[in-house]
């Protein structure tokens, strides 16, 4: 599966954006999708994911009630909508698809995007 994520930009504190992740090759379901940021001089990081086994979505404590992941499968896309943004959420975000095991995990992920930053002013 080839990803493709796009979506962000500058924006300032407070307001909202919506990234995609357009996925061809083979359809999102066959996967669990992840979404992950990596801020400057920081380590990639887990914001959430979308679990193909449980259908449940999960998030990072620093996102949650902020951010949420939706899916279309028509159009085999995932997205991440983000609310409520803070400047310490700017960060190159990506979109990952895992064939199996921990979902929170950056290593356990097979396939990814390549980033779209993401820039929220004070």
């Known amino acids: 599966v080839q990803l493709q994520a796009f979506g962000g930009g500058l924006v300032q504190a407070g307001e909202s954006l919506m990234l995609s992740c357009a996925a061809t090759?083979?359809?999102?379901?066959?996967?669990?999708m992840g979404w992950f940021r990596q801020g400057p001089g920081k380590e990639r990081r887990f914001v959430g994911a979308?679990?193909?086994?449980?259908?449940?979505?999960y998030y990072a404590d620093s996102v949650k009630g902020r951010f949420a992941i939706s899916k279309n499968g028509a159009k085999n896309t995932v997205y991440l909508q983000m609310s409520s943004l803070k400047p310490e959420d700017t960060a190159v975000y990506y979109c990952?698809?895992?064939?199996?095991?921990?979902?929170?995990?950056?290593?356990?992920?097979?396939?990814w995007g390549q980033g779209t930053l993401v820039t929220v002013s004070s």
């Open positions: 090759g083979r359809t999102f379901s066959n996967y669990d």
């Open positions: 990952a698809a895992s064939s199996g095991g921990n979902i929170f995990a950056v290593g356990h992920y097979d396939y």
């Open positions: 979308w679990s193909r086994s449980t259908g449940g979505t």
